[in-house]
C-alpha cells in the first residue's frame, strides 16, 4: 500500500480525503487514496481495509519499504517507520528535503492506537483557527504517530494511505 503527501502543506481546514483522490487521480494512480488522518466518521486505524491490513507493506511511491504492514503503524510504537526511505508527493518530491514543507511534522489527530483524538483534531479537520488543536508528529522522530499537539494554524503535510490494494492489469 501507497503512502503519499499532498503536494503542498494544509492548516487544519481541509478536505483531504478528496485531495488524496484528486491527486492519485491526476497521476494517474488507480486505486483509492484516503487521508492518513481520524476523522469524525472514521478511526485512522481503520481506514486501510480489513483484508489489506497484515499482508501488505506500506510503501512510498517508487515502491520502497517504510513499514511491514498497515497494522504495524498501531501496535503502541508510535508507527516507527524507515527514516531512510524517503516519504514523496504525489508529484515526486520528497517531503523530508524539499523546502515546500518548511515543517517536517504530519498531521494525524489519532492517539497511538489509531484511534480519534476529538479533542485533538482541528474540529474534524474544519477549521485552522489559532486556537484549536490537532494531533501530529514531527517526522524527523521516525514516527507516524507520535504524539504531539499543534495550533490548526499550521501548515504540516499530510499523508494519503491507499486504502485498498488494486493489482495493476499491465503488471
Request: glycine share 8%; hydrophobic share 40%; charged share 15%.
Amino acid at each position: 500500500l501507497h503512502l503519499v503527501a499532498l503536494n503542498s502543506p494544509l492548516s487544519g481546514d481541509m478536505r483531504a480525503d478528496f485531495q488524496c483522490f484528486q491527486q492519485a487521480q491526476l497521476q494517474g494512480l488507480t486505486s483509492t487514496y484516503r487521508a492518513f488522518l481520524s476523522s469524525h466518521l472514521q478511526d485512522l486505524a481503520t481506514v486501510v481495509r480489513k483484508t489489506d491490513r497484515y499482508h501488505l507493506p506500506i510503501v512510498n511511491l517508487k515502491g520502497e519499504a517504510l513499514l511491514n504492514n498497515w497494522d504495524s503503524i498501531f501496535n503502541g510504537n508510535g508507527g516507527e517507520f524507515n527514516v531512510q526511505v524517503p516519504i514523496y508527493s504525489f508529484d515526486g518530491r520528497n517531503v523530508m528535503t524539499d523546502p515546500s514543507w518548511p515543517q517536517k511534522i504530519i498531521w494525524h489527530g489519532s492517539t497511538v492506537n489509531g484511534i480519534r483524538l476529538v479533542s485533538n483534531y482541528c474540529e474534524a479537520w474544519h477549521t485552522a483557527d489559532i486556537g484549536a488543536l490537532g494531533q501530529a508528529s514531527p517526522l524527523e522522530t521516525g514516527k507516524l504517530l507520535d504524539q504531539k499537539v499543534f495550533s490548526c494554524s499550521n501548515k504540516f503535510i499530510v499523508l494519503c494511505i491507499e486504502n485498498s490494494f488494486v493489482s495493476d492489469p499491465q503488471g
